[in-house]
């Protein structure tokens, strides 16, 4: 709701955050019992949003770092997943301002790696 408000006074601004594919569950009844099931609010797609693969990026986690020569250092085995942004204008009322909310989702590398699982 901030990025509307600011788009309708005018105020150019960006949103960020994360990109989920499921919402939190879908309730339902069977045999008298309430069970939870997931919410894929994303199989359908999403008509507003523009994927931006240009400006992936990877993000490291684990590893180690590593000491190198003239005081650098180097971050090493690492595990790597790939933040993809998709970006949602948000147009104000009224005007011609519209703003971006930047939602990033994670991607995996490569295929699912069974040697990983222990």
């Known amino acids: 709701c901030f990025l509307d408000s600011m788009a309708t006074l005018g105020l150019a601004a960006y949103g960020y955050g994360i990109r989920y ?15 939870e099931e997931p919410d894929d609010w994303l199989r359908f797609g999403n008509a507003w949003e523009k994927a931006r693969p240009e400006y992936m990026i990877p993000i490291n986690f684990f590893g180690e770092a590593q000491k190198t020569d003239a005081n650098k250092g180097k971050w090493i085995n690492t595990q790597v997943v790939f933040a993809m942004p998709y970006d ?13 909310m930047r939602l990033w989702s994670a991607k995996a590398p490569n295929n699912f790696n069974l040697k990983f699982c222990k």
């Open 21 to 35: 594919e499921y919402g939190i569950f879908n309730q339902k009844l069977k045999d008298g019992q309430q069970v």
């Open 88 to 100: 949602t204008p948000v147009p104000g009322y009224g005007n011609n301002c519209v703003n971006t």
